[in-house]
């Protein structure tokens, strides 16, 4: 094959090639125009639908507009006709009101004409009889009552008897009446406070932990707290106890405290304990304070406000002193409201009578006098220390309202459960029991416990060596032998516990 024919053969090849490509590439493009011309025109088939449903929900809220415009249109409409309905009502009834007030208004005047005309008639009778007996009216009307009195005497006397005996009847009714109603406005619990806490555990097996190795962890708990823990059989129950009920919150709040930090030890014992004491002084506070505010005393001091919440840790024969004394406030605010007296003078009086009893156990002298001691050193108003004084006879009655402090504290304490005499014997015994005992020279504290038949006498070790405490054993027994009167035996322990603390620094 010679080279020209080669070349336009290659050149015959090429040109078929690139007219066969033209075309392809052609057919291409009409078929993706095509495409894109059909989505082109369901995008706008779409978007025609959703204009015609948007045009259709906006037909549909329109129409539900105009149909809540009409109702609301429909709803003032009547409201308008029940107003001037009531408005007519009004106009009617004022003119009644009216019509009435002119006739009441003519009744009056024709018997303020009646009254005169008899006011006329009597003085005319009156001048005709003085013109007749040569008497003044005023000797006229007393000459008519001798007369009658005379004639009518024995009558006169029945009748008078009979007005003050009904009179008499009536003021004995309306008096029960009030203190009846006065009693009923009260109705708060009066169950009396024991001498226990029961402390519920969670888990049984805690019982081991508070004893301790050979009880000393137990030990600890009622030497910190003055307190009894009685651990028996019933299943996860502690009962503490303690004739002071403040003791026995310290002891609670102790030993909830220490479980809920699982480190129970001898030390972790004390600081809890003092924690416990601390958390209660603040507590008092909280307690005086909501007593008062549910009382309706707003004024009182912050430190007589402390010592009435530490009525609620003091009993009076198994009464709680602060209970006590708030139904006293109720009592007295009622009967003075009913008798015209000084409210508030009656209630504080009530509320802080006992006030004393917050502190007689560490000041002479009656809770009386410590009482109004302590109000005049805070400035309590004179009236209600004069209101309260009275209540136990030591000082006179100098105002109205003293009765009343007195009636309310009769009453209260009268109440069926309201005390318990031989828990307040039992009380006593108890107290007097370890005052016997700090009274000693070199004794740091001492609790009575088993219900008074042991005495735990804990001493200073500096002071008391080991045979001073037991001649202070010996010397204690027998100023409780000759001093109290008990059943059976009381155990004087006496223990002396050495510390020795230093500081590495």
């Known amino acids: 094959m010679n080279l020209p024919l080669l070349v336009g053969v290659l050149l015959g090849g090429l040109a078929v090639g690139y007219l066969i490509r033209h075309l392809w590439g052609a057919q291409q493009a009409n078929s993706i125009e095509q495409k894109s011309k059909g989505r082109i025109e369901a995008a706008e088939q779409k978007a025609a639908g959703i204009v015609v449903e948007a045009q259709k929900k906006a037909a549909d809220v329109l129409a539900d507009m105009q149909r809540e415009d009409r109702e609301r249109k429909a709803e003032i409409i009547s409201l308008e006709k029940r107003v001037l309905e009531r408005e007519e009502g009004l106009d009617k009834r004022l003119a009644e009101a009216h019509k009435e007030e002119t006739g009441l208004r003519q009744k009056l005047d024709k018997l303020s004409d009646d009254e005169r005309e008899l006011k006329a008639k009597r003085e005319g009778i009156e001048k005709k009889l003085h013109e007749i007996s040569g008497l003044s009216p005023e000797k006229a009307k007393e000459e008519m009552f001798r007369q009658i009195a005379e004639s009518y005497r024995e009558e006169v006397f029945v009748f008078s008897k009979k007005m003050i005996q009904e009179r008499q009847a009536e003021i004995d009714r309306k008096m029960s009446e009030i203190i009846y109603t006065s009693l009923q406005g009260y109705s708060r619990s009066h169950v009396a406070e024991m001498t226990t806490t029961v402390f519920h555990l969670q888990d049984e097996e805690i019982k081991g932990k508070i004893i301790g190795r050979e009880g000393r962890n137990i030990r600890t708990l009622e030497r910190a707290t003055g307190a009894e823990f009685i651990i028996d059989e019933t299943p996860d129950t502690i009962v503490i106890s303690s004739f002071d009920p403040f003791r026995r919150e310290v002891a609670r709040l102790a030993l ?200 735990r006498v804990f001493v200073i070790p500096e002071k008391i060596d080991d045979f001073g405490a037991l001649e202070l054993a010996r010397q204690i027994a027998n100023k409780v032998q000759s001093e109290l009167r008990y059943p059976g035996e009381i155990k004087i322990n006496v223990i002396r516990e050495m510390r020795a603390v230093e500081y590495a620094k």
């Open 256 to 455: 909830e405290k220490l479980i809920k930090d699982g480190r129970i030890q001898p030390a972790k014992i004390e600081e809890k304990v003092e924690e416990a004491r601390q958390e209660l002084q603040k507590r008092i506070f909280e307690i005086g304070e909501a007593a008062t505010m549910e009382v309706g005393i707003y004024d009182l001091p912050k430190e007589i406000l402390e010592l009435v919440g530490r009525l609620h840790f003091r009993t009076s024969f198994g009464q709680n002193v602060l209970n006590h004394s708030l139904e006293m406030v109720h009592i007295a605010s009622y009967l003075a409201s009913e008798l015209g007296l000084d409210v508030m003078v009656a209630k504080k009086g009530a509320l802080l009578h006992d006030i004393g009893k917050a502190i007689d156990h560490e000041v002479e002298g009656t809770h009386v006098e410590i009482g109004r001691k302590i109000l005049k050193k805070y400035g309590i108003a004179e009236k209600v220390i004069e209101a309260m004084q009275s209540h136990h006879d030591e000082y006179p009655y100098a105002i109205p309202e003293a009765f009343l402090v007195t009636t309310a504290d009769v009453l209260s304490a009268a109440r069926p459960g309201a005390r318990r005499g031989t828990l307040e014997n039992y009380v006593k015994r108890l107290a007097d029991l370890e005052k016997i005992a700090s009274e000693f020279p070199g004794v740091k504290s001492s609790y009575a416990i088993s219900a008074g038949r042991e005495l």
